[in-house]
């Protein structure tokens, strides 16, 4: 084989390892334009949600607080009903004697049934 065929096949070789080699660079090229575009859109996102992030966090401590005072307000709460409805019942059997003397004033016929009484006025 004559050497000029097997230098035009070497050139030819050449000639398309260049042409992928440039084939890959500029897609590679393109690609880090790409990148670093997404890059700028995307860093201050992530750094908005980072400081979203940041704030939730504070917001659910704040929420835990919130809800260990609320319990420890409840029990609070559920302490004063109790001594309320002690109260209430005591301030209720106080009244019995009026509401049966006013009865009797009034002309109720049961003023001397204590226990129909009772049912009719429930505590």
């Known amino acids: 084989m004559p050497w000029y065929v097997l ?3 070497a050139l030819a070789g050449l000639a398309v390892i260049i042409a992928a080699l440039v084939y890959v660079a500029l897609k ?7 990148g670093a ?4 859109r995307i860093t201050p996102l992530a750094d908005g949600l980072s400081h979203r992030v940041d704030e939730v966090t504070a917001a659910a401590e704040r929420l835990s607080a919130d809800g260990e005072s609320l319990t420890q ?11 309320l409805q ?3 019942n005591t301030l209720n059997e106080a ?12 002309g109720d016929k049961g003023y001397s049934d204590w226990r ?8």
């Not at 590679?28 to 790409?34: C, D, P, T």
């Open 7 to 9: 230098l035009i096949v």
């Open 86 to 88: 002690v109260v209430m």
């Open 28 to 34: 590679g090229w393109r690609l880090a334009k790409h």
């Open 116 to 123: 129909r009484w009772s049912r009719a006025h429930p505590r």
């Open 37 to 40: 575009a997404v890059s700028r």
């Open 95 to 106: 009244m019995e004697p009026f509401y049966l003397l006013t009865g009797w004033l009034a």
């Open 73 to 83: 307000s409840m029990s609070k709460l559920q302490v004063s009903l109790a001594r």
